[in-house]
């Protein structure tokens, strides 16, 4: 009999679990004239617990079982609707690389990819479009804006973010946050902070004084708190300086809330966000996702034993409930219509951002393809017959329609010519490779799957434990696979007309093989367009426009230390181009590199204001040419160095870039504008940002190669001022 009612209540349980996963959450829209503050004050206990966690424990976690193991995606998750007090629920979902709770919804290139246009109008208009499938998917808070920065390329989940440089993840990241909340969708930027290793990621302590924290760690963050006006925040597992992340109060009430002015809200990274309510909340940490473990009687056990306050509560409550009433009295019912969804054109706009992703890295003359001489053509690795999009972890599994591989987005440009396009899976080296020299063109699909990098789950959350998974986490290395190699290196002896596509989310080392090969392509996880786009590309219709989002380096050693399975580890100030300046490293390719059809010059820096007054902004500009006969998209760089800094600084730190069309043979003038407060250096002793008097250099060019910068020096008069943030 016992067996039979528990049996019965599994039943139940998975019933309402799946009717609650069917049902879409109300739109967050709210109708009531009270003011948050009001309807706080008059909320009991229960009420205002609700608003700090997601679904009751029972069906979240039935609700997470189902969504893996029975619907294989993410089921959708509220929190916080009260019917007395009309309140909307916010409505979770992932994902960086799009929505995750829906099937038919647009897998995008991963954000490393669109890291690598560095068009932040493109990455506006794609964070508009994957509102509008939130929301066609029920969901009204998007949770996929990663800006960690990318420290190691070894790290696992590099894919999801934009890049290393500060500068860079901010500017992307506010363009995604603002294209999600003209939606009237909020925005959710994470991990906050100091979390760029996977494996570890539960319980890894990462060390960072106070200036490598606020120039390098933070100021994208900030970035997007206060240009882009983010709803939400979502804290990360790691401690920081033997805090963690989720109750760290000189990170979340001091920087984030007091100094920056954030409005909005926290909520914890999922199911071990929070390992302690009453501190969390008092730090800052307000929403407890998915499930309550900690925000629910323990909660209110922290405030019967006095750890809490009701006034603490209170405030956060406060935080929630303001952010949800702010965006539901935006709403009106025409707004949050979605009959003018048409996700043809999302897919077309996925299309384009794999088109200006792509980097070409290498060109010895092959490409682009002419298919009146290239009329046999081989494409070789398993990887070219599969939808290789990326990561398959929970916060990034995309249900698309479809996908085109690359062997599908050849096929069918080739369709009505005369050109054949054969395949073979590489597993017989030696087979490929005579195969290969019987052909015009050689084209190796090569790199990585979720298998290799990714999400990591581990079976312990407080140390080094087995893994549950037999896919994802940090690569172990930054070489392809063996196999891979020996696959490029015998088809490039086999066939001089040899190249390399590259699928992945970070860098790799090319040397043990590129000098084989006659063109290198990095196309990553380009997403459900990509096997269009890169026919587009290598057969010239379209020309390469994208640039690294990182430094590459010749050799591991040449990077910072890196410890996938880390306890503690120690975030210094300097990583990607930054290192390799201080050290005196050539790269293998610098930050910003990129190849093209065309060749761009740069030419006649000038600096309006030289010696700029107190608080003006600096103007510099110069004229770029396209040299070539075919259009081109150039991005061009403008970095700022330090003479006689009274601190050590950076050679040079990227303070702009902008992605300039120009015609076959136009030139066009550029121009950048600079704040004095993007000069100045965080002073711990005096608890403030500083503007030195100093002579600051100025350089302009297509990379952060210093040998091809434009560079003029300014003067800035500070004053005795110092620069605020």
């Known amino acids: 009999m016992t067996v039979l009612l528990i049996a019965g209540v599994v039943i139940i349980l998975i019933i309402l679990s799946l009717w609650r996963m069917m049902k879409r959450v109300r739109p967050l829209t709210t109708d009531t004239d009270l003011t948050p503050e009001a309807i706080v004050s008059q909320m009991t206990l229960r009420e205002k617990l609700w608003q700090l966690t997601g679904e009751t424990m ?50 995008w290139p991963v954000s490393l990819a669109r890291g690598a246009s560095f068009d932040p109008e493109l990455e506006e208009r794609i964070g508009a479009a994957i509102a509008d499938e939130a929301k066609k998917s029920g969901a009204n808070y998007f949770g996929g804006i990663t800006i960690n920065l990318l420290r190691h390329p070894r790290w696992g989940r590099a894919q999801e973010t934009y890049g290393e440089d500060p500068h860079h993840l901010g500017v992307m990241g506010s363009a995604m946050v603002k294209g999600i909340q003209s939606r009237n969708v909020m925005a959710c930027a994470k991990h906050f902070a100091l979390n760029s290793i996977e494996n570890s990621r539960f319980y890894v302590d990462v060390e960072a004084d106070e200036r490598t924290l606020r120039e390098v760690y933070l100021p994208h963050f900030r970035r997007v708190v206060q240009e882009g006006k983010v709803a939400s925040l979502m804290s990360s597992y790691n401690l920081i300086n033997g805090t963690r992340a989720s109750e760290n109060v000189h990170l979340l009430d001091t920087i984030l809330r007091k100094e920056w002015g954030f409005q909005g809200f926290v909520s914890s990274d999922w199911v071990r966000g929070v390992r302690n309510g009453p501190r969390s909340i ?25 750890e809490i306050s009701m006034a603490e509560i209170d405030e956060a409550v406060l935080r929630v409930i303001r952010t949800k009433i702010a965006y539901g009295r935006l709403s009106r019912p025409s707004e949050l219509a979605i009959g003018h969804h048409t996700i043809p054109e999302h897919f077309a706009l996925a ?97 990585f799957t979720s298998r290799d990098e990714g999400e990591y789950f581990s079976s312990r959350a407080n140390g080094p434990g087995k893994q549950l998974t037999n896919c994802g986490g940090d690569r172990t290395s930054l070489d392809l696979r063996e196999e891979d190699i020996a696959l490029i290196q015998a088809a490039g002896r086999a066939n001089s007309n040899t190249v390399v596509v590259y699928q992945g989310g970070s860098a790799i080392v090319t040397n043990p093989w590129d000098h084989d090969v006659n063109a290198i392509v990095f196309q990553w996880y380009a997403g459900m367009e990509g096997g269009t786009a890169l026919a587009q590309l290598l057969f010239g219709e ?26 503690k580890i120690h975030y210094g100030y300097y990583h990607g181009y930054t290192l390799m300046d201080k050290e005196g490293i050539e790269p293998a ?69 902008q992605r300039v069309f120009l015609k076959a043979g136009e030139s066009t003038d550029i121009s950048f504008s600079l704040k004095p407060e993007e000069l100045t250096y965080y002073d711990p002793g005096a608890g403030k940002w500083v503007l030195e008097e100093i002579w600051y250099r100025l350089l302009i060019g297509g990379s952060a190669d210093s040998n091809e910068l434009l560079s003029a020096t300014v003067l800035i008069d500070s004053s005795g001022e110092s620069g605020g943030r």
């Open 542 to 567: 379209v020309n390469f426009s994208g640039k690294l989002p990182f430094t590459i380096a010749r050799s591991e050693s040449d990077l910072p230390f890196f410890d996938s399975s880390a306890a």
């Open 282 to 306: 008092k730090a800052g940490t307000e929403v407890e996702m998915p499930v309550p473990l900690q925000n629910g009687r323990k909660l209110r056990r922290g405030l019967k034993h006095g």
């Open 589 to 657: 390719y610098p930050f910003g590199f990129g190849l093209s059809y065309t060749t761009v010059s740069y030419g006649n820096l000038h600096v309006r204001n030289e010696k700029p007054g107190q608080g003006e902004p600096i103007q510099v500009s110069c004229t770029l040419t396209n040299t070539a006969d075919m259009a081109a998209e150039e991005v061009a760089f403008l970095f700022v160095g330090f003479e006689n800094s009274s601190v050590e600084r950076p050679e040079k730190i990227l303070r702009g870039f």
């Open 351 to 447: 299309r384009e951002s794999a088109l200006k992703s792509a980097v070409l890295m290498q060109n010895g003359g092959m490409l682009p393809l002419d298919p009146e001489e290239s009329r046999r053509i081989l494409l070789l690795g398993s990887l070219a017959t599969r939808a290789n999009l990326g990561d398959d972890g929970t916060s990034d599994k995309v249900h698309y329609p479809y996908a085109v591989t690359p062997l599908d987005g050849l096929r069918k440009h080739l369709a009505n010519t005369d050109v054949s396009v054969l395949h073979d899976d590489g597993s017989n080296i030696e087979a490929a490779a005579e195969l290969a020299a019987t052909v015009d063109a050689v084209i190796v699909v090569a790199g």
């Open 58 to 107: 029972l069906v979240g976690v039935v609700k997470m079982l189902i969504s893996e193991l029975v619907l294989k995606r993410m089921g959708r998750f509220y929190s916080g609707y009260n019917k007395r007090w009309k309140i909307p629920a916010f409505s979770f979902t992932d994902g960086p690389r799009g929505v995750v709770i829906e099937k038919n919804n647009t897998a």
